[in-house]
Protein backbone atom coordinates (compact mmCIF):
# COMPACT_ATOMS: atom_id res chain seq x y z
CA UNK A 1 0.00 0.00 0.00
CA UNK A 2 0.95 3.38 -1.03
CA UNK A 3 -0.03 6.69 0.02
CA UNK A 4 0.58 9.92 -1.52
CA UNK A 5 0.27 13.73 -1.11
CA UNK A 6 -2.99 15.41 -1.80
CA UNK A 7 -2.48 18.51 -2.81
CA UNK A 8 -5.64 20.07 -3.34
CA UNK A 9 -8.66 18.60 -0.81
CA UNK A 10 -11.09 19.46 1.63
CA UNK A 11 -10.03 18.05 4.88
CA UNK A 12 -13.64 17.40 6.30
CA UNK A 13 -13.04 15.43 9.88
CA UNK A 14 -14.80 12.33 10.03
CA UNK A 15 -17.53 14.14 12.83
CA UNK A 16 -18.06 16.78 10.25
CA UNK A 17 -18.52 14.25 7.45
CA UNK A 18 -21.01 12.22 9.70
CA UNK A 19 -22.57 15.66 10.04
CA UNK A 20 -22.80 16.50 6.43
CA UNK A 21 -24.12 13.25 5.30
CA UNK A 22 -26.57 12.63 8.44
CA UNK A 23 -28.29 16.25 8.26
CA UNK A 24 -31.93 15.35 10.27
CA UNK A 25 -34.21 16.03 7.24
CA UNK A 26 -36.20 19.40 8.55
CA UNK A 27 -39.99 18.33 9.79
CA UNK A 28 -38.88 14.44 10.22
CA UNK A 29 -36.63 12.41 11.89
CA UNK A 30 -34.96 10.71 8.85
CA UNK A 31 -30.92 11.00 8.66
CA UNK A 32 -29.23 11.06 5.71
CA UNK A 33 -27.33 8.38 4.91
CA UNK A 34 -23.99 9.10 3.23
CA UNK A 35 -24.55 7.66 -1.12
CA UNK A 36 -22.77 5.51 -2.61
CA UNK A 37 -22.69 4.73 -6.64
CA UNK A 38 -20.89 2.00 -7.36
CA UNK A 39 -20.44 1.39 -11.72
CA UNK A 40 -19.50 -2.40 -12.65
CA UNK A 41 -17.51 -2.79 -16.22
CA UNK A 42 -16.22 -5.71 -17.27
CA UNK A 43 -16.70 -9.62 -16.46
CA UNK A 44 -19.07 -11.55 -13.68
CA UNK A 45 -16.52 -11.89 -11.55
CA UNK A 46 -16.17 -8.00 -11.54
CA UNK A 47 -20.59 -8.15 -10.65
CA UNK A 48 -20.00 -10.09 -8.11
CA UNK A 49 -17.28 -8.37 -6.51
CA UNK A 50 -19.23 -5.00 -6.60
CA UNK A 51 -22.32 -6.64 -5.28
CA UNK A 52 -20.00 -7.59 -2.09
CA UNK A 53 -18.94 -4.02 -1.99
CA UNK A 54 -22.49 -2.79 -2.47
CA UNK A 55 -23.84 -5.22 0.89
CA UNK A 56 -20.73 -3.66 2.79
CA UNK A 57 -21.61 0.05 2.30
CA UNK A 58 -25.17 -0.71 3.27
CA UNK A 59 -24.00 -2.39 6.95
CA UNK A 60 -21.46 0.57 7.04
CA UNK A 61 -24.69 2.65 6.97
CA UNK A 62 -24.38 3.74 3.33
CA UNK A 63 -26.77 4.20 0.94
CA UNK A 64 -26.83 2.98 -2.66
CA UNK A 65 -27.66 5.45 -5.41
CA UNK A 66 -27.99 5.40 -9.10
CA UNK A 67 -27.09 8.28 -9.98
CA UNK A 68 -23.48 9.97 -9.36
CA UNK A 69 -25.17 13.34 -9.32
CA UNK A 70 -26.22 12.64 -5.82
CA UNK A 71 -23.15 10.49 -4.85
CA UNK A 72 -20.72 11.25 -1.63
CA UNK A 73 -18.95 8.42 -3.00
CA UNK A 74 -18.07 7.31 -6.68
CA UNK A 75 -16.71 3.86 -7.89
CA UNK A 76 -15.76 2.46 -10.90
CA UNK A 77 -15.15 -1.22 -10.73
CA UNK A 78 -13.33 -1.42 -13.81
CA UNK A 79 -12.01 -3.83 -16.62
CA UNK A 80 -8.66 -4.23 -18.21
CA UNK A 81 -9.31 -7.62 -20.21
CA UNK A 82 -9.42 -5.37 -23.32
CA UNK A 83 -7.77 -1.53 -23.95
CA UNK A 84 -11.56 -0.21 -24.71
CA UNK A 85 -13.13 -1.37 -21.69
CA UNK A 86 -10.06 1.08 -20.22
CA UNK A 87 -10.53 3.96 -22.23
CA UNK A 88 -14.49 4.21 -21.50
CA UNK A 89 -13.28 4.53 -17.60
CA UNK A 90 -11.02 7.24 -18.42
CA UNK A 91 -13.80 8.64 -20.33
CA UNK A 92 -16.30 8.69 -18.49
CA UNK A 93 -14.41 9.78 -15.12
CA UNK A 94 -12.80 12.66 -16.89
CA UNK A 95 -16.27 14.12 -17.57
CA UNK A 96 -17.19 14.26 -13.72
CA UNK A 97 -14.51 17.16 -13.33
CA UNK A 98 -17.22 19.86 -12.80
CA UNK A 99 -19.10 17.47 -10.76
CA UNK A 100 -15.99 17.09 -8.03
CA UNK A 101 -15.51 20.85 -8.30
CA UNK A 102 -18.80 21.95 -7.57
CA UNK A 103 -19.30 19.28 -4.78
CA UNK A 104 -16.95 19.65 -1.23
CA UNK A 105 -15.97 15.96 -0.05
CA UNK A 106 -17.01 13.96 -2.62
CA UNK A 107 -14.55 11.01 -3.30
CA UNK A 108 -14.12 9.21 -6.56
CA UNK A 109 -12.47 5.73 -6.52
CA UNK A 110 -10.96 3.38 -9.65
CA UNK A 111 -10.81 -0.46 -8.56
CA UNK A 112 -10.46 -3.88 -10.14
CA UNK A 113 -8.56 -5.02 -12.79
CA UNK A 114 -7.74 -1.93 -14.31
CA UNK A 115 -6.31 0.42 -10.78
CA UNK A 116 -3.61 -3.36 -10.86
CA UNK A 117 -2.98 -2.37 -14.32
CA UNK A 118 -2.72 1.01 -14.82
CA UNK A 119 -1.63 2.13 -11.04
CA UNK A 120 -0.57 5.35 -10.78
CA UNK A 121 -0.92 6.64 -14.23
CA UNK A 122 -4.45 7.25 -13.21
CA UNK A 123 -3.76 9.75 -10.97
CA UNK A 124 -1.83 11.47 -13.88
CA UNK A 125 -4.30 11.34 -16.21
CA UNK A 126 -7.57 11.40 -14.15
CA UNK A 127 -6.35 13.49 -10.99
CA UNK A 128 -9.46 13.77 -9.25
CA UNK A 129 -9.54 10.37 -8.58
CA UNK A 130 -9.23 9.77 -4.86
CA UNK A 131 -8.10 6.18 -4.73
CA UNK A 132 -7.07 3.28 -6.75
CA UNK A 133 -7.61 -0.31 -5.13
CA UNK A 134 -6.86 -4.09 -6.59
CA UNK A 135 -9.19 -6.85 -6.74
CA UNK A 136 -7.56 -8.59 -3.65
CA UNK A 137 -8.12 -5.45 -1.59
CA UNK A 138 -11.89 -4.94 -2.25
CA UNK A 139 -12.97 -5.79 1.31
CA UNK A 140 -10.43 -3.10 2.40
CA UNK A 141 -12.88 -0.32 0.21
CA UNK A 142 -14.71 1.16 3.03
CA UNK A 143 -11.63 1.84 5.44
CA UNK A 144 -9.63 3.41 2.78
CA UNK A 145 -12.82 5.90 2.29
CA UNK A 146 -12.29 6.54 5.95
CA UNK A 147 -8.39 7.01 5.76
CA UNK A 148 -9.47 9.71 3.02
CA UNK A 149 -12.07 11.29 5.12
CA UNK A 150 -9.14 11.84 7.89
CA UNK A 151 -6.96 13.30 5.63
CA UNK A 152 -4.87 10.66 3.80
CA UNK A 153 -4.43 12.09 0.59
CA UNK A 154 -4.65 9.91 -2.15
CA UNK A 155 -4.73 6.37 -1.54
CA UNK A 156 -3.46 3.14 -3.38
CA UNK A 157 -4.43 -0.28 -2.02
CA UNK A 158 -2.59 -2.66 -4.83
CA UNK A 159 -0.84 -5.66 -5.18
CA UNK A 160 -2.46 -7.58 -2.55
CA UNK A 161 -2.90 -10.40 -5.00
CA UNK A 162 0.66 -11.34 -4.22
CA UNK A 163 0.26 -12.68 -0.43
CA UNK A 164 -2.43 -14.73 -2.44
CA UNK A 165 -5.50 -13.34 -0.49
CA UNK A 166 -9.21 -13.27 -1.26
CA UNK A 167 -11.07 -10.36 -0.33
CA UNK A 168 -13.26 -11.29 3.52
CA UNK A 169 -16.25 -9.27 2.67
CA UNK A 170 -19.25 -9.49 4.72
CA UNK A 171 -21.43 -12.52 4.92
CA UNK A 172 -24.40 -11.29 5.02
CA UNK A 173 -25.73 -10.64 1.80
CA UNK A 174 -28.95 -8.91 0.16
CA UNK A 175 -31.19 -11.49 -1.07
CA UNK A 176 -31.21 -11.89 -4.85
CA UNK A 177 -32.55 -14.39 -7.02
CA UNK A 178 -29.56 -14.89 -9.30
CA UNK A 179 -26.33 -14.50 -7.41
CA UNK A 180 -22.73 -15.92 -7.26
CA UNK A 181 -20.48 -17.69 -5.16
CA UNK A 182 -16.28 -16.90 -5.80
CA UNK A 183 -14.95 -20.78 -5.36
CA UNK A 184 -11.71 -19.65 -6.88
CA UNK A 185 -9.43 -15.84 -7.81
CA UNK A 186 -6.69 -15.81 -10.39
CA UNK A 187 -4.90 -17.80 -12.72
CA UNK A 188 -2.28 -19.67 -13.37
CA UNK A 189 -2.72 -20.45 -17.28
CA UNK A 190 -0.92 -17.23 -19.20
CA UNK A 191 -2.62 -17.54 -22.28
CA UNK A 192 -0.30 -15.55 -23.93
CA UNK A 193 -2.94 -12.42 -25.01
CA UNK A 194 -4.72 -12.87 -21.27
CA UNK A 195 -3.91 -10.12 -18.29
CA UNK A 196 -5.75 -11.54 -15.71
CA UNK A 197 -2.82 -13.57 -14.18
CA UNK A 198 -1.27 -10.69 -13.53
CA UNK A 199 -3.85 -8.35 -11.88
CA UNK A 200 -5.61 -11.19 -10.01
CA UNK A 201 -2.82 -12.90 -9.31
CA UNK A 202 -2.12 -16.71 -9.33
CA UNK A 203 -4.76 -19.34 -8.70
CA UNK A 204 -5.76 -19.74 -4.85
CA UNK A 205 -9.19 -21.68 -3.93
CA UNK A 206 -11.52 -21.11 -0.96
CA UNK A 207 -11.66 -23.78 1.36
CA UNK A 208 -14.96 -25.67 0.56
CA UNK A 209 -16.44 -25.63 3.64
CA UNK A 210 -16.69 -21.59 3.42
CA UNK A 211 -18.31 -22.23 -0.16
CA UNK A 212 -20.75 -24.33 1.15
CA UNK A 213 -21.48 -22.18 4.03
CA UNK A 214 -22.29 -19.56 1.57
CA UNK A 215 -24.18 -21.20 -0.62
CA UNK A 216 -26.91 -22.53 2.78
CA UNK A 217 -27.02 -19.28 3.51
CA UNK A 218 -28.07 -17.96 0.01
CA UNK A 219 -30.87 -20.73 -0.32
CA UNK A 220 -31.90 -19.42 3.00
CA UNK A 221 -32.87 -16.14 1.60
CA UNK A 222 -34.46 -17.24 -1.35
CA UNK A 223 -31.42 -17.76 -4.10
CA UNK A 224 -32.62 -19.39 -7.38
CA UNK A 225 -29.72 -19.34 -9.10
CA UNK A 226 -26.49 -19.39 -7.65
CA UNK A 227 -23.33 -19.08 -10.70
CA UNK A 228 -20.07 -20.49 -9.02
CA UNK A 229 -17.19 -18.24 -10.66
CA UNK A 230 -13.32 -18.66 -11.18
CA UNK A 231 -11.47 -17.98 -14.22
CA UNK A 232 -10.80 -21.78 -14.19
CA UNK A 233 -13.37 -23.32 -12.35
CA UNK A 234 -11.77 -27.05 -13.12
CA UNK A 235 -8.42 -26.82 -11.45
CA UNK A 236 -10.59 -25.63 -8.23
CA UNK A 237 -8.98 -27.16 -5.01
CA UNK A 238 -4.96 -26.97 -6.17
CA UNK A 239 -3.13 -25.68 -3.40
CA UNK A 240 -5.57 -26.22 -0.62
CA UNK A 241 -5.25 -28.03 2.13
CA UNK A 242 -8.28 -30.32 2.36
CA UNK A 243 -8.18 -33.18 -0.80
CA UNK A 244 -10.47 -31.42 -3.17
CA UNK A 245 -11.19 -30.80 -6.58
CA UNK A 246 -14.20 -28.98 -8.86
CA UNK A 247 -16.35 -32.42 -9.23
CA UNK A 248 -15.92 -33.22 -5.32
CA UNK A 249 -17.10 -29.47 -4.83
CA UNK A 250 -19.85 -30.16 -7.21
CA UNK A 251 -21.08 -33.35 -5.20
CA UNK A 252 -20.38 -31.45 -2.08
CA UNK A 253 -22.69 -28.80 -3.09
CA UNK A 254 -25.75 -31.21 -5.04
CA UNK A 255 -26.12 -32.76 -1.28
CA UNK A 256 -26.67 -29.57 0.10
CA UNK A 257 -29.38 -28.76 -1.98
CA UNK A 258 -33.09 -29.38 -0.90
CA UNK A 259 -35.28 -31.80 -2.98
CA UNK A 260 -37.48 -29.58 -4.13
CA UNK A 261 -41.13 -31.08 -4.60
CA UNK A 262 -41.95 -33.38 -7.49
CA UNK A 263 -43.42 -31.07 -10.34
CA UNK A 264 -45.14 -32.20 -13.56
CA UNK A 265 -43.40 -28.54 -15.00
CA UNK A 266 -40.16 -30.03 -15.21
CA UNK A 267 -39.40 -31.75 -18.36
CA UNK A 268 -36.98 -33.71 -19.54
CA UNK A 269 -33.54 -32.40 -20.30
CA UNK A 270 -34.40 -29.39 -17.83
CA UNK A 271 -32.24 -28.66 -14.44
CA UNK A 272 -34.76 -31.00 -12.13
CA UNK A 273 -34.88 -28.29 -9.15
CA UNK A 274 -35.89 -25.45 -7.93
CA UNK A 275 -32.68 -24.26 -6.88
CA UNK A 276 -29.52 -24.53 -10.15
CA UNK A 277 -26.19 -24.32 -9.61
CA UNK A 278 -24.11 -22.74 -12.31
CA UNK A 279 -20.22 -22.73 -13.30
CA UNK A 280 -18.45 -20.21 -15.18
CA UNK A 281 -15.30 -20.46 -16.61
CA UNK A 282 -14.36 -24.16 -17.76
CA UNK A 283 -11.06 -24.47 -19.48
CA UNK A 284 -10.78 -26.97 -22.50
CA UNK A 285 -7.63 -28.55 -21.83
CA UNK A 286 -8.95 -29.35 -18.08
CA UNK A 287 -12.67 -30.28 -18.84
CA UNK A 288 -13.13 -33.88 -19.00
CA UNK A 289 -15.82 -36.29 -19.42
CA UNK A 290 -16.11 -37.03 -15.37
CA UNK A 291 -17.30 -33.52 -15.63
CA UNK A 292 -19.68 -34.29 -17.82
CA UNK A 293 -21.03 -37.09 -16.00
CA UNK A 294 -21.25 -35.00 -13.00
CA UNK A 295 -23.64 -32.21 -14.78
CA UNK A 296 -25.80 -35.24 -16.10
CA UNK A 297 -26.02 -37.25 -12.73
CA UNK A 298 -25.93 -34.27 -10.16
CA UNK A 299 -29.57 -32.87 -9.96
CA UNK A 300 -29.08 -29.01 -9.47
CA UNK A 301 -25.99 -28.99 -11.49
CA UNK A 302 -27.15 -26.77 -14.85
CA UNK A 303 -26.68 -28.42 -18.35
CA UNK A 304 -24.80 -25.73 -19.41
CA UNK A 305 -20.92 -25.55 -20.25
CA UNK A 306 -19.29 -22.23 -21.01
CA UNK A 307 -16.27 -24.00 -22.82
CA UNK A 308 -13.76 -21.17 -25.09
CA UNK A 309 -12.33 -21.89 -27.79
CA UNK A 310 -10.75 -18.68 -28.92
CA UNK A 311 -9.81 -20.12 -32.30
CA UNK A 312 -10.06 -22.99 -34.86
CA UNK A 313 -6.92 -22.94 -36.02
CA UNK A 314 -4.11 -24.83 -34.03
CA UNK A 315 -1.62 -22.46 -34.92
CA UNK A 316 -3.23 -19.89 -33.32
CA UNK A 317 -4.35 -21.92 -30.05
CA UNK A 318 -0.35 -22.38 -30.08
CA UNK A 319 0.75 -18.83 -30.09
CA UNK A 320 -2.39 -18.04 -27.35
CA UNK A 321 -0.58 -21.04 -25.59
CA UNK A 322 -4.09 -22.53 -24.67
CA UNK A 323 -2.75 -26.15 -24.63
CA UNK A 324 -5.25 -28.37 -26.43
CA UNK A 325 -5.96 -28.58 -30.11
CA UNK A 326 -8.79 -27.98 -32.44
CA UNK A 327 -9.62 -32.06 -32.31
CA UNK A 328 -9.28 -32.62 -28.60
CA UNK A 329 -11.44 -29.44 -28.53
CA UNK A 330 -14.21 -31.46 -31.20
CA UNK A 331 -13.61 -34.21 -29.00
CA UNK A 332 -14.73 -32.50 -25.92
CA UNK A 333 -17.68 -31.14 -27.44
CA UNK A 334 -18.55 -34.41 -28.70
CA UNK A 335 -18.55 -36.69 -25.00
CA UNK A 336 -20.39 -33.54 -23.70
CA UNK A 337 -23.53 -33.33 -26.31
CA UNK A 338 -23.42 -37.50 -25.91
CA UNK A 339 -23.40 -37.56 -22.16
CA UNK A 340 -25.48 -34.54 -21.17
CA UNK A 341 -28.56 -34.81 -23.05
CA UNK A 342 -30.39 -31.28 -23.53
CA UNK A 343 -26.76 -29.69 -22.59
CA UNK A 344 -25.88 -26.17 -24.28
CA UNK A 345 -22.51 -25.25 -25.12
CA UNK A 346 -21.66 -21.54 -25.13
CA UNK A 347 -17.98 -20.43 -25.85
CA UNK A 348 -15.64 -17.08 -26.37
CA UNK A 349 -13.80 -16.25 -29.43
CA UNK A 350 -11.36 -13.83 -30.32
CA UNK A 351 -10.59 -12.96 -34.00
CA UNK A 352 -7.75 -10.43 -35.04
CA UNK A 353 -4.62 -12.04 -33.06
CA UNK A 354 -1.33 -11.44 -34.17
CA UNK A 355 -0.57 -13.34 -37.22
CA UNK A 356 -3.75 -14.93 -37.78
CA UNK A 357 -3.98 -15.48 -41.62
CA UNK A 358 -7.67 -15.53 -43.76
CA UNK A 359 -6.84 -19.37 -43.94
CA UNK A 360 -6.76 -19.26 -39.69
CA UNK A 361 -9.59 -16.86 -39.75
CA UNK A 362 -11.50 -19.25 -42.32
CA UNK A 363 -10.61 -22.48 -39.90
CA UNK A 364 -12.64 -20.39 -37.43
CA UNK A 365 -15.78 -20.02 -39.21
CA UNK A 366 -15.67 -23.70 -40.40
CA UNK A 367 -15.35 -24.58 -36.62
CA UNK A 368 -18.36 -22.48 -35.58
CA UNK A 369 -20.53 -24.14 -38.49
CA UNK A 370 -19.92 -26.92 -37.50
CA UNK A 371 -20.18 -27.12 -33.80
CA UNK A 372 -23.21 -25.03 -34.00
CA UNK A 373 -22.83 -23.34 -30.50
CA UNK A 374 -25.54 -22.25 -28.62
CA UNK A 375 -23.76 -18.85 -28.30
CA UNK A 376 -20.82 -17.44 -28.63
CA UNK A 377 -19.13 -13.98 -27.40
CA UNK A 378 -17.01 -12.70 -29.74
CA UNK A 379 -13.84 -10.50 -28.95
CA UNK A 380 -11.58 -8.32 -31.39
CA UNK A 381 -7.57 -8.84 -30.25
CA UNK A 382 -6.58 -5.88 -28.22
CA UNK A 383 -2.96 -5.86 -26.99
CA UNK A 384 -2.51 -5.54 -23.50
CA UNK A 385 0.12 -4.83 -21.39
CA UNK A 386 2.60 -7.58 -19.54
CA UNK A 387 1.46 -10.16 -21.55
CA UNK A 388 3.70 -12.19 -24.09
CA UNK A 389 1.54 -11.81 -27.43
CA UNK A 390 1.90 -7.69 -26.48
CA UNK A 391 5.73 -8.59 -28.11
CA UNK A 392 4.02 -10.04 -30.76
CA UNK A 393 3.15 -7.52 -34.03
CA UNK A 394 -0.26 -7.05 -33.58
CA UNK A 395 -0.75 -7.13 -37.59
CA UNK A 396 -4.22 -7.83 -38.16
CA UNK A 397 -5.38 -4.48 -38.98
CA UNK A 398 -8.11 -2.76 -36.93
CA UNK A 399 -10.47 -2.94 -40.25
CA UNK A 400 -9.94 -6.38 -40.86
CA UNK A 401 -10.41 -7.06 -36.88
CA UNK A 402 -13.81 -5.30 -37.66
CA UNK A 403 -14.74 -7.19 -40.91
CA UNK A 404 -14.18 -10.61 -39.33
CA UNK A 405 -15.81 -9.75 -35.83
CA UNK A 406 -19.01 -8.94 -38.18
CA UNK A 407 -18.93 -11.90 -40.52
CA UNK A 408 -18.77 -14.14 -37.17
CA UNK A 409 -21.46 -12.65 -35.42
CA UNK A 410 -23.61 -12.64 -38.01
CA UNK A 411 -23.07 -15.84 -38.63
CA UNK A 412 -23.14 -17.25 -34.88
CA UNK A 413 -26.65 -15.04 -34.91
CA UNK A 414 -27.96 -17.80 -37.43
CA UNK A 415 -27.16 -20.47 -35.74
CA UNK A 416 -28.55 -19.31 -32.16
CA UNK A 417 -31.86 -17.98 -33.68
CA UNK A 418 -32.18 -21.85 -35.64
CA UNK A 419 -31.62 -23.31 -31.85
CA UNK A 420 -34.08 -21.41 -30.49
N1 LIG B 1 -10.97 -17.38 -17.72
C1 LIG B 1 -11.89 -17.32 -18.75
C2 LIG B 1 -11.42 -18.16 -19.91
O1 LIG B 1 -10.36 -18.70 -19.92
O2 LIG B 1 -12.17 -18.27 -20.86
C3 LIG B 1 -12.29 -15.91 -19.16
C4 LIG B 1 -11.27 -14.87 -19.16
S1 LIG B 1 -11.51 -13.39 -20.00
C5 LIG B 1 -12.03 -12.33 -18.76
C6 LIG B 1 -12.93 -13.58 -21.02
C7 LIG B 1 -12.63 -13.59 -22.48
O3 LIG B 1 -12.04 -12.39 -22.92
C8 LIG B 1 -11.62 -14.65 -22.92
O4 LIG B 1 -12.19 -15.92 -23.02
C9 LIG B 1 -11.16 -14.12 -24.25
O5 LIG B 1 -11.98 -14.58 -25.31
C10 LIG B 1 -11.34 -12.61 -24.10
N2 LIG B 1 -10.04 -11.92 -24.02
C11 LIG B 1 -9.10 -12.05 -23.06
N3 LIG B 1 -8.03 -11.29 -23.35
C12 LIG B 1 -8.30 -10.67 -24.53
C13 LIG B 1 -7.58 -9.77 -25.36
N4 LIG B 1 -6.35 -9.36 -25.04
N5 LIG B 1 -8.16 -9.32 -26.49
C14 LIG B 1 -9.41 -9.73 -26.83
N6 LIG B 1 -10.14 -10.60 -26.10
C15 LIG B 1 -9.58 -11.07 -24.97
FE1 LIG C 1 -7.02 -15.46 -19.06
FE2 LIG C 1 -6.48 -17.86 -20.06
FE3 LIG C 1 -6.63 -17.51 -17.41
FE4 LIG C 1 -8.85 -17.37 -18.91
S1 LIG C 1 -7.55 -19.17 -18.63
S2 LIG C 1 -8.21 -15.95 -17.29
S3 LIG C 1 -8.11 -16.45 -20.78
S4 LIG C 1 -5.10 -16.63 -18.76
Known amino acids: MRYMKNQNRDNLSPLDFVQETHKIKAGGMTPKCPRVYVRTFGCQMNEHDSERLRDMFVQRGYALTERVEDADVIIFNTCSVRKHAEDRVYGKVGTLGKLKAKTPGLIIGIIGCMAEAQKDEIFRRLPIVDFLCGPADLDKVPDIIDKIRNGA ?48 GRERSRPSREILEEIKSLIAKGAKNITLLGQNVNSYGKGLKEKNNFIELLRKIDKIIPSPLPSPLWGEGRVRGEIKINFLTSHPKDASQELFKAMRDLKSISKVMHLPIQSGSD ?38 FPGETLKDFNDTLKIVREIEFDAAYIFKYSPRPFTKASKFKDDVPLKEKERRHRLLLEIQKKISLSKT
Request: charged share 35%; glycine share 6%.
Open 153 to 200: GHIMYLEGYKSKRIPEFIRDRRIVSNTYVKIMEGCDNFCSYCIVPYVR
Open 315 to 352: KILKKMNRKYTVKKYKKLVKDFRKTVEGGTITTDIIVG
